[in-house]
C-alpha cells in the first residue's frame, strides 16, 4: 500500500487524531441567536445573547471568560413565556439595553408592562431589570430567570461539548441571594457565582423566582452580578452605579485610552466614520497584562471566539494601528516576545525563536488535550514580529525597547534560518508535527487555503509566497536596526546579502509567466509551483520583493475582473477551478487583506489603483454600518448591487477594523522618515480633505492635513 503523504487536509498521516479528543467530531452549529445577536466585550470576557437578551440553552450564546462559559442559560419569562423585543442595542462595548414588553398572557393583556434590561460588563457581568405597570388595575405575575452553567471550553462550543454536569457542584443560598456553581477536574477548576438583590422568593432548582404584585404605574427592579477572576486580558473596568455608567457619569477607562489616540476628521463621512469606528474597536478589543512593573495593552484578534492573544493578526492590527499611536505596538511586542519559543516540541509545534500562533486558557488546554499552551503553528508570525518591531522603532526612535529585545530579534533570525527554512533551500516552509496541528499556516489558514489552479490539494511541506516577501522585508528591516540602535555592522551586511539572494531566487522559483504573469501562491513539498492567483500578490508589492518592472503586471492582476470583485480583492481569481464566492480563503474578500494590497499598490506608485481599491472598501464600510467585517462574499459588484457578509463572519475583527487605517496611510502616503513624518498625498476627488490630529510619533503629537496633492505635517500645538 502506497504511504500517504502529509497535505494541508491531513497534514500527519502517521498521527492519526485521537476520535476521542474532544472537538475530534465537529457537528453542526448550535441554534444561532437571531440575526441581530448582541456581543458586548471587556477584555477577555464577553457575553453573547440574543435581541432579548437572554441565551436559551443549547445555542452558543453565554457569559464567556478566559475561555471558559460561566452561564450557558440566562432566560427571563414572565409567568412562562418569554419576553417580547421593543428595541435593543449596544451602548458602549461593554453595555447594552434591553427594551421589552411582556406578550399575552390569560390575566394580562399584552404590552401592560414595560421590561427594560440593563446590562454591562466590568469585572463580570452586572444586569439591572427594571419593570414598570401600565396595566389599569394591580397585577400579580411570576418573574423567572432561568439560570444553566455548563463550563464548556471556547474550543469546544461550536463542537461537541463534553458533559460536566456531575462535576458541577452547587452551594447556593438557601434564600437565593447567591447561586454557586464550582467545577473541578485534574486540576482545573472554574466557578460561577450570582448575586441578586433583592433575594428572589424561591429557588426552583437553578432558577430564580420572584412573585410580583405591581399597583398601575408601579416601579421594580432587580439587580443581579456575576463576578470573573482577574487574570491575562482583564482591562481596567468602569465602576459605578449601572445608570450612571449607561449615561457616562463616571470616568470610563476606555474613554481615558481612547483620549490618546489620534483623531481623523474627513470630507468623506464614510471614512470619518469607519476610522471612529476602528478607534472604538481597538479599545474595545483591547487586552491587558502587566510585565514587570509595566501595565501594557495589545489587541485580541476578534468578536467573540478570538478573544485572546494571536501572533499574526495581532501583529498585523498593531501594524495599522501605529496610525493612532505607538502603545498596541509595544504591547504586542513584548507580549509575544515573552511568549517567543523556546524548545521543539512537536504536539504545540514550537520551536525555538518562534513566535506563537495562539493562546487559550480553558480546560481543554490546561489539561494538555489541545495544543494552545500556546499553539506555535504559523509560519510567518516571526517574520511580522521582526517586521512590527522595525515599524515602531521608526515610529518612535525607542532605541532601549530595541535594544532589550536583541535576544529575541536574534532569536527570530535563527528561527528563519534554522527551523523555517526546513531543507536548505532559503525558503520558509510549514509542516505541522502535531496531531491536533494547523495544515496550513500562513495566513490561508483554513484546510484548502493554498490549492492548485486545477483545484488539487498540495503536499506538505509548504512554502507560500507572501511568507517569502515577509521574509525579504524582515531580513532588511534588522539590518537597518543593526546599523542603528543594535550597533552591529556585521549582521547588518549579511542580511541585507541574504535578502537579496532570496530575491533572486524568488523571483525566479515563483514566477509564472502565463495568464499575463504573476507569483504562485507556493510550492509544494516537491517544489511544483502551486499555480493559482491569489491576494497575495499584494502582499508581495507589501513586501517589496517584487521588482519594479514585474509591479504592473501585478496591479494589472489585482485590478482585473477576475480578481477585484468591486467590494475588494478577492482571495483567489475567479478563473481558478477552487473559486467559491462564499469560501472562506477561496474567493471571498477580506478587508485586511485587500487594505494590504492598498498599501502594496501605493508602495510601487500605483496611487490612482490603490485609490479606487480603496474606495471600494469603503463603500464596503458603508453597508456594514461603517464597521468593516472580516469577510465578505467575492459575488461582483454590479451583480448583487450591495455586499453580502460571509456568513460567520467575526464582528468586530480586529485587522478588519484596522483596514481604514491602512487605506487613509495610503491615501496620505504617510511615512515616518529619520525621526520626521513625511506625507505624500494624492488623496481622491471623492474623499476631498483629510486631517488627522495628535498623531504620537518620536515622542510629539503631529497633525496631518491633506487635499489631492496638496498637503502639510507639522508638530500640533501644546
Not at 436559551?56 to 450564546?61: E, F, K, N, R, V
Not at 416601579?219 to 443581579?224: D, G, K, P, Q, T
Not at 477576475?562 to 483567489?572: H, K, N, V, Y
Not at 476627488?685 to 496633492?709: L, M, N, Q, S, Y
Request: hydrophobic share 40%; proline share 7%.
Amino acid at each position: 500500500m502506497a504511504q500517504l503523504r502529509p497535505t494541508p487536509a491531513n497534514p500527519t498521516p502517521d498521527k492519526p487524531q485521537d476520535p476521542t479528543r474532544p472537538g475530534s467530531q465537529a457537528r453542526a452549529l448550535p441554534p444561532e441567536l437571531g440575526p441581530n445577536p448582541i456581543s458586548l466585550v471587556s477584555g477577555a470576557t464577553f457575553m453573547y445573547s440574543d435581541p432579548v437578551g437572554d441565551v436559551p440553552a443549547g445555542t452558543i450564546g453565554g457569559l464567556v471568560h478566559r475561555d471558559t462559559r460561566l452561564l450557558n442559560q440566562w432566560v427571563l419569562t414572565i409567568d412562562g413565556l418569554r419576553l417580547l423585543e421593543l428595541r435593543s442595542s449596544v451602548v458602549d462595548h461593554y453595555s447594552a439595553q434591553f427594551f421589552l414588553t411582556n406578550p399575552a398572557l390569560p390575566d394580562l393583556p399584552a404590552n401592560s408592562l414595560a421590561v427594560r434590561r440593563l446590562r454591562y460588563l466590568g469585572e463580570g457581568l452586572h444586569e439591572r431589570i427594571e419593570l414598570v405597570s401600565f396595566a389599569p388595575e394591580r397585577v400579580r405575575f411570576e418573574l423567572r430567570l432561568e439560570v444553566g452553567n455548563d463550563f464548556a471550553d471556547i474550543l469546544e462550543m461550536k463542537t461537541t461539548i463534553r458533559d460536566r454536569s456531575e462535576r458541577i457542584h452547587r452551594g447556593h443560598a438557601p434564600d437565593g441571594s447567591l447561586l454557586l456553581f464550582h467545577y473541578e477536574q485534574d486540576g482545573f477548576t472554574a466557578q460561577t457565582s450570582i448575586r441578586s438583590t433583592p433575594a428572589p422568593e424561591r429557588l426552583e432548582g437553578d432558577h430564580l423566582v420572584w412573585t410580583i404584585d405591581l399597583a398601575p404605574r408601579e416601579f421594580w427592579r432587580v439587580e443581579l452580578n456575576v463576578p470573573v477572576s482577574p487574570g491575562f486580558g482583564v482591562t481596567e473596568a468602569v465602576r459605578g452605579d449601572i445608570a450612571d455608567i449607561f449615561h457616562h457619569r463616571v470616568e470610563d477607562p476606555a474613554a481615558r485610552w481612547l483620549a490618546g489616540a489620534a483623531e481623523l476628521s474627513s470630507d468623506h463621512q464614510v471614512l470619518e466614520r469607519a476610522v471612529a469606528q476602528t478607534r472604538s474597536d481597538m479599545s474595545a478589543l483591547r487586552m491587558e497584562m502587566t510585565l514587570g512593573q509595566e501595565r501594557i495593552s495589545l489587541p485580541a484578534a476578534g468578536m467573540p471566539w478570538f478573544l485572546t492573544l494571536f501572533g499574526r493578526d495581532t501583529l498585523i492590527t498593531a501594524y495599522q494601528a501605529l496610525t493612532f499611536g505607538p502603545r498596541l505596538a509595544k504591547g504586542t511586542l513584548l507580549a509575544l516576545a515573552r511568549h517567543q519559543g523556546r524548545q521543539c516540541e512537536d504536539f504545540t509545534d514550537e520551536e525555538p525563536g518562534k513566535i506563537l500562533h495562539e493562546v487559550r486558557f480553558g480546560e481543554l488546554t490546561q489539561q494538555g488535550l489541545m495544543p494552545y499552551d500556546p499553539y506555535y503553528g504559523t509560519a510567518d508570525a516571526t517574520q511580522l514580529w521582526l517586521i512590527l518591531l522595525s515599524e515602531y522603532w521608526r515610529w518612535t526612535r525607542d532605541d532601549n525597547l530595541v535594544r532589550s529585545l536583541r535576544g529575541n530579534a536574534l532569536a527570530a533570525l535563527n528561527w528563519i534560518d534554522r527551523y523555517g527554512d526546513r531543507d536548505g533551500d532559503g525558503y520558509v516552509e510549514y509542516a505541522t508535527r502535531s496531531p491536533e496541528g494547523l495544515g496550513n499556516q500562513c495566513w490561508r489558514d483554513s484546510w484548502d487555503g493554498v490549492r492548485f489552479a486545477d483545484g488539487r490539494l498540495p503536499v506538505l511541506p509548504i512554502a507560500t509566497c507572501e511568507i517569502q516577501g515577509y521574509t525579504y522585508d524582515a531580513k532588511l528591516r534588522l539590518a537597518e536596526l543593526a546599523d542603528g540602535p543594535l550597533a552591529d555592522p556585521a549582521l547588518a551586511d549579511r542580511l541585507r546579502t541574504d535578502a537579496h539572494r532570496l530575491r533572486e531566487s524568488f523571483n525566479r522559483d515563483f514566477w509564472i509567466a502565463e495568464r499575463g504573469g504573476y507569483y504562485a501562491v507556493g510550492l509544494d513539498g516537491d517544489k511544483n509551483k502551486i499555480d493559482s492567483m491569489t491576494s497575495n500578490l499584494g502582499h508581495l508589492l507589501w513586501s517589496g520583493i517584487v521588482p519594479q518592472e514585474r509591479a504592473p503586471a501585478l496591479a494589472r492582476q489585482l485590478l482585473s475582473e477576475d480578481m477585484f470583485s468591486g467590494w475588494g480583492i478577492r482571495t483567489l481569481s475567479r478563473g481558478d477551478a477552487p473559486y467559491n464566492a462564499l469560501g472562506y480563503h477561496l474567493g471571498t474578500v477580506w478587508p485586511h487583506d485587500t487594505s494590504i494590497s492598498v498599501l502594496g499598490l501605493s508602495r510601487y506608485g500605483f496611487r490612482d489603483e490603490a485609490n479606487q481599491v480603496a474606495l471600494a472598501l469603503l463603500d464596503t464600510a458603508a453597508q456594514f454600518g461603517d464597521r468593516l467585517p472580516e469577510a465578505i462574499a467575492g459575488f461582483e459588484r454590479e451583480r448583487t448591487l450591495f455586499a453580502i457578509p460571509y456568513p460567520t463572519a467575526c464582528s468586530p475583527q480586529a485587522w478588519a477594523s484596522g483596514a481604514p487605517l491602512n487605506l487613509t496611510r495610503a491615501m496620505l502616503g504617510l511615512h515616518p522618515v529619520d525621526g520626521q513624518l513625511v506625507a505624500d498625498p494624492v488623496v481622491p476627488p471623492e474623499v476631498g480633505r483629510i486631517k488627522i490630529r495628535g498623531i504620537a510619533a518620536f515622542g510629539h503629537r503631529w497633525d496631518v492635513e491633506a487635499v489631492g496633492t496638496d498637503g502639510y505635517v507639522r508638530l500640533a500645538a501644546d
